[in-house]
């Protein structure tokens, strides 16, 4: 189980606007910048969003990012089905020795 | 373009050692910290070590720590990691990511298409 909270699927139709959480606590979301990486069937895995709200150059305005304490989401809306994917947060954990985080993942489906 | 190919994988029996690399090419490599991130069969990413882009500072995920050594080769452009003592557990695609440039923060911007581990008897 992850220290890093994620639901194990979301779904939405096309057009929708989705959520995904991810929940940790003060050591790691509450104290450290969180990133997203969407994972499309069969491929490595692609930085979505970084420094919480940040979008890579080439990632779509759809998708944003927030965090509030020890909280974070990732956003996507007017939904399409090429989102449909595996997304996961990720931080930095103060406490942990090897300090990395990635949460268990979400399963994003488009009906 | 930035690109990190992994190689090494294959099938190895529990107890045994295997040597995973990551060729980088298309950026400054000695200016970035590298991570290996593994993947178990239809599971997660789970993060596994990051290096400094000097090699000077390492770090890994407890599930490995005292097994795995990470190390890399400026002159080569490549990162290793060296897997001892292997686990069943331990099958998962691999994969290398570069990370920031200063920081061990889990900004990952380029990935390789990684190299599958299994673990067997």
Same mark, same amino acid.
């Given at each position: ?15 929708? *606007? ?29 930085l979505l969003i970084y420094r919480n709200?940040? $979008?890579?150059?080439? +990632?779509?305005?759809?998708? #944003?990012? #927030? /965090? ?11 939904? *399409? ?7 996961? &947060?990720?931080?930095?954990?103060? *406490? ?10 979400? /399963?994003?489906?488009?009906? | 373009? +930035?690109?990190? +190919? ?10 045994r050692s295997l040597r995973l690399s &990551? ?6 490599? =000695? ?24 090699? #000077?500072? /390492? ?11 990470? #190390?890399?080769? =400026? ?22 990511? $570069? ?23």
């Amino acid at each position: 189980q992850s220290v890093l909270t994620q639901p194990p699927s979301a779904s939405g139709t096309p057009g929708q *606007r989705v959520t995904i959480s991810c929940s940790g606590s003060s050591s790691n979301i509450g104290g450290n910048y969180v990133y997203w990486y969407q994972q499309l069937p069969g491929t490595a895995p692609k930085l979505l969003i970084y420094r919480n709200n940040q $979008r890579p150059s080439g +990632v779509p305005d759809r998708f #944003s990012g #927030s /965090k509030s304490g020890t909280s974070a989401s990732l956003a996507i809306s007017g939904l *399409r089905s090429e989102d449909e994917a595996d997304y996961y &947060c990720a931080a930095w954990d103060d *406490r942990l020795t090897g300090h990395v985080l990635f949460g268990g993942g979400t /399963k994003l489906t488009v009906l | 373009q +930035v690109q990190l +190919v992994e190689s090494g994988g294959g099938v190895v029996q529990p107890g045994r050692s295997l040597r995973l690399s &990551c060729a980088a090419s298309g950026f400054s490599f =000695s200016t970035y910290v590298i991570h290996w991130v593994r993947q178990a069969p239809g599971k997660g990413l789970e993060w596994v070590a990051v290096i400094s882009y000097d090699g #000077s500072h /390492k770090y890994y995920a407890d599930s490995v720590w005292g097994r795995f050594t990470i #190390s890399r080769d =400026s002159s080569k452009n490549t990162v290793f990691l060296q897997m001892n003592s292997l686990r069943a557990e331990d099958s998962a695609v691999y994969y290398c990511a $570069r990370g920031d440039p200063t920081w061990f923060f889990p900004y990952l911007d380029n990935w390789g298409q990684g190299t599958l581990v299994t673990v067997s008897s």
